[in-house]
Structures are given as C-alpha cells and as structure tokens.
C-alpha cells in the first residue's frame, strides 16, 4: 500500500492480459480530478482487490465517518499475478490485511523480503509452458 499526500495527482498505464483493478477511473487521464489519497498493490488474483476496502475503511474512520462528497477516500487498487505459486495456501489478501497494511505505515516501519504482495508474483512465464 503507498499512501500519498491528500490532492496528489496520479496517472495509469494499466498493462497485461488478465488485468485486476478497482477504481481504474479515478487515475485515467479522461478523469477530470485524478486525485487518489492510497494506492493498494495486492497479490491473489481478484481476490486481493478486497484488501482496498480496509484502506478505505481507515480513511472513513479517520475522516470522522464523513458523508461529504470531498471526504470519500479514492483508493485505486490492482492485483499482481500470484495465484499458480501458491499451491494449497488458501489465504488472500482482505479487508483486514489492508487496515493492517495501513497501521503498518503509521509506525513508518516495514517488513523486507519475500513478503507482502509480492511473495509469490509470477510473470513472464507465459512462453515458458508454467
């Protein structure tokens, strides 16, 4: 998950055949405001979409549980391919894991190595026969 200052201007360049986003709109260039407020990067397929919904989740809470239209958190999400390495494991990245991913980021600390979304990514592989 990166979090980026409120009001931030981003950009997409979505690449690849199975493609997995939510809120994709929100960082097309036809998009009048393209502000985002996090960007979540999960592994397990579609699956892993859900883990934006802990992001938002935080976002509601620290805005006070706000219904005004400029306090509703915009965080677009993608998934990386991981799901073929993953053999028996039936965990995936969810709405829990992504509030975690966000206290993580208030300690200003991390974890290194085959961790996180990253763990199991699989590309390029698609000449190769898997």
């Known amino acids: 998950m990166i979090k980026v200052p ?5 950009a997409v360049d979505v690449r690849g055949g199975a493609v997995a986003t939510r ?3 929100c960082v097309e260039e036809t998009n009048n405001d393209g502000t985002i407020d996090a960007l979540v ?7 892993g ?6 992001v938002m989740r935080k976002l509601f809470a620290q805005r006070n ?6 306090e509703i958190p915009s965080v677009p999400s993608a998934i ?14 969810n709405r829990e894991m992504g ?23 699989w590309v390029g592989k698609y000449m190769t026969g898997f």
Do not use: I, M
């Not at 073929?84 to 990245?93: C, F, L």
């Open 80 to 93: 990386v391919y991981d799901w073929r390495n993953r053999k028996d494991a039936k965990v995936y990245p």
């Open 23 to 25: 809120e994709q709109s």
């Open 41 to 47: 990067l999960a592994g397990g397929s579609t699956y």
């Open 49 to 54: 979409l859900e883990a934006a919904s802990g």
């Open 99 to 121: 509030e975690a991913a966000w206290e993580l980021l208030a300690t200003g600390k991390s974890e290194v190595g085959r961790v996180g979304a990253g763990t199991n990514v």
């Open 6 to 10: 409120r009001g931030s201007a981003t």
């Open 65 to 70: 549980f706000s219904s005004e239209f400029s």
